[in-house]
């Protein structure tokens, strides 16, 4: 079955220690998305790859980074992880037709705990 | 900034009642809406979605939204809940219209008492 991939489910990591989340799928989408959720609030968009376009956020923090090296692949670097950044980091895919209604398939999320 | 409001956190059904969960967005332009549905242990995925046409929409599993230009509003509703549709429910909306960034609310958790 077509699907976004997140590794790992669970990413436990060491406070300013950079951590690197991965995310793919096989849907050939050209937009990939990186939200963060934490508990009880809404997802919240850190930004988005139009195929290679990056597209930041205004007030996504600059310790967060994206690499997009294929269609495939996605990666969310946190450069040094503070407390606060402990959150669900949720990878989507959209087609990206233009002028569509742009449906986004999410993957199963990673859980970052920062110690 | 632009916001996305689900007024009701938790609501507790029983079975067969009906459900209607509220949303309101802030943009005053074009937007793209959607209702995103989180059942326990899996991932979000779409119920249902509105970019034009006619305002009431529907979607799997018998549910439908309807979308009132006027009052900023797309709220979801079922005639009848079952209790498989415990999960919690996102709205979200994607403003301006074909900028991909999307806004989502903070969701609401329904429990649905068999």
């Known amino acids: 079955d077509a699907m976004v991939i997140q590794n790992p489910r669970y990413q436990v990591t060491q406070f300013g220690k950079p951590v690197t989340l991965s995310c793919s799928q096989t849907l050939n989408h050209n937009v990939m998305y990186w939200y963060q959720q934490k508990s009880s609030q809404a997802p919240k968009l850190l930004f988005h790859?139009?195929?290679?376009?990056?597209?930041n956020e205004a007030d996504t923090p600059d310790n967060f980074q994206s690499r997009r090296p294929n269609t495939s692949f996605c990666f969310l670097d946190i450069r040094s992880p503070g407390l606060g950044d402990a959150a669900m980091y949720l990878c989507?895919?959209?087609?990206?037709?233009?002028?569509?209604?742009?449906?986004?398939?999410f993957g199963p999320g990673t859980r970052l705990t920062v110690l | 900034a632009q916001s996305v409001s689900q007024h009701n956190h938790h609501v507790i059904l029983s079975e067969a009642a009906s459900l209607e969960l509220g949303c309101n967005y802030s943009y005053g332009g074009t937007v793209n809406l959607f209702w995103y549905v989180q059942y326990p242990g899996q991932h979000l995925q779409l119920l249902l979605k509105?970019?034009?046409?006619?305002?009431l929409v529907k979607g799997i599993k018998g549910f439908e939204a309807e979308f009132i230009k006027s009052k900023f509003s797309f709220n979801l509703r079922k005639p009848s809940v079952q209790w498989s549709d415990t999960a919690e429910y996102f709205c979200a909306v994607m403003s301006p219209r074909g900028t991909y960034k999307y806004i989502f609310g903070t969701g609401t958790r329904l429990k649905v008492l068999a």
């Open positions: 989507a895919t959209s087609t990206g037709l233009a002028g569509g209604v742009d449906e986004q398939f």
């Open positions: 509105y970019f034009s046409g006619d305002p």
């Open positions: 790859y139009y195929d290679k376009d990056f597209n």
